[in-house]
């Protein structure tokens, strides 16, 4: 019969071995395991060019109104012709050529607006209390000038030139007390009268001119 320990020794050895064995165990798990990462801190956003762009307030132009387009489109208007109404008649002193006295027939706007004159106004002489014409009309003489834009108080001229009735014939020319002028600015059909008593030729087929007239002029003559 073999020797053996008592029956209490040989269990309390075999417990421990069984934890010395399931320690081991457990270390060795430890030790193959890797450890895990540590987490990674959350990034920052990236700010893009298009977000600072609409961070940053924009400047914007105001649109033109239609009362500034119209002010900026609208060009000034030019002066019209000289209306009758507009004028106002007188006649300087001239002087006397070979047969034929030369006076400027004068215009001055008298409104207050600025018109153009242009071209030669119609001359004749007329009588009696109903301003009947006596003889023909004015004889243009010289071409046409360029216009004259006469601002409200200036004046312009004409030169009317007054053939001596002495120098025509008594039968031919009829001659014939006259009152003075009618006169139509040029481009105008309403007339205008200056008063300039005298005498004229009542015939309006004369051989010659009892009157001439030469295109409007700047300033008022002589």
Same mark, same amino acid.
């Given at each position: 019969?073999?020797?053996?320990?008592?029956?209490?020794?040989?269990?309390?050895?075999?417990?421990?071995?069984?934890?010395?064995?399931?320690? @081991?165990?457990?270390?060795?798990?430890?030790? @193959?395991?890797? %450890?895990?990462?540590?987490?990674?801190?959350?990034?920052?956003?990236?700010?893009?060019?298009?977000?600072?762009?609409?961070?940053?307030?924009?400047?914007?132009?105001?649109?033109?109104?239609?009362? %500034?387009?119209?002010?900026?489109?609208?060009?000034?208007?030019?002066?019209?012709?000289?209306?009758?109404?507009?004028?106002?008649?007188?006649?300087?002193?001239?002087?006397?050529?070979?047969?034929?006295?030369?006076?400027?027939?004068?215009?001055?706007?008298?409104?207050?607006?600025?018109?153009? $004159?242009?071209?030669?106004?119609?001359?004749?002489?007329?009588?009696? &209390?109903?301003?009947?014409?006596? @003889?023909?009309?004015?004889?243009?003489?010289?071409?046409?000038?360029?216009?004259?834009?006469?601002?409200?108080?200036?004046?312009?001229?004409?030169?009317?030139?007054?053939?001596?009735?002495?120098?025509?014939?008594?039968?031919?020319?009829?001659?014939?007390?006259?009152?003075?002028?009618?006169?139509?600015?040029?481009? %105008?059909?309403?007339? $205008?009268?200056?008063?300039?008593?005298?005498?004229?030729?009542?015939?309006?087929?004369? &051989?010659?001119?009892?009157?001439?007239?030469?295109?409007?002029?700047?300033?008022? @003559?002589?």
């Amino acid at each position: 019969m073999s020797r053996s320990g008592p029956p209490g020794a040989v269990v309390g050895t075999m417990l421990v071995a069984a934890v010395v064995a399931t320690l @081991g165990l457990a270390g060795c798990g430890q030790r @193959g395991e890797p %450890e895990a990462a540590a987490p990674e801190p959350p990034s920052q956003p990236t700010t893009t060019s298009t977000a600072q762009e609409a961070s940053t307030p924009k400047r914007t132009v105001p649109a033109q109104t239609a009362t %500034e387009a119209s002010v900026q489109s609208a060009t000034p208007e030019k002066p019209g012709m000289c209306r009758s109404g507009q004028l106002r008649l007188s006649l300087g002193r001239g002087d006397a050529g070979a047969g034929t006295h030369w006076r400027p027939l004068r215009f001055t706007n008298k409104s207050d607006e600025p018109c153009v $004159l242009h071209g030669f106004p119609g001359v004749s002489y007329v009588a009696g &209390d109903d301003g009947h014409q006596v @003889g023909a009309a004015a004889y243009r003489d010289g071409e046409k000038g360029p216009a004259v834009t006469l601002k409200p108080g200036e004046t312009a001229h004409a030169p009317v030139g007054f053939t001596q009735i002495r120098n025509f014939d008594v039968a031919a020319c009829q001659p014939t007390p006259v009152r003075g002028l009618r006169i139509y600015p040029p481009q %105008e059909t309403k007339a $205008l009268f200056l008063e300039n008593p005298g005498t004229g030729c009542a015939n309006p087929d004369l &051989d010659g001119h009892q009157l001439k007239v030469q295109t409007i002029k700047p300033g008022a @003559g002589m």
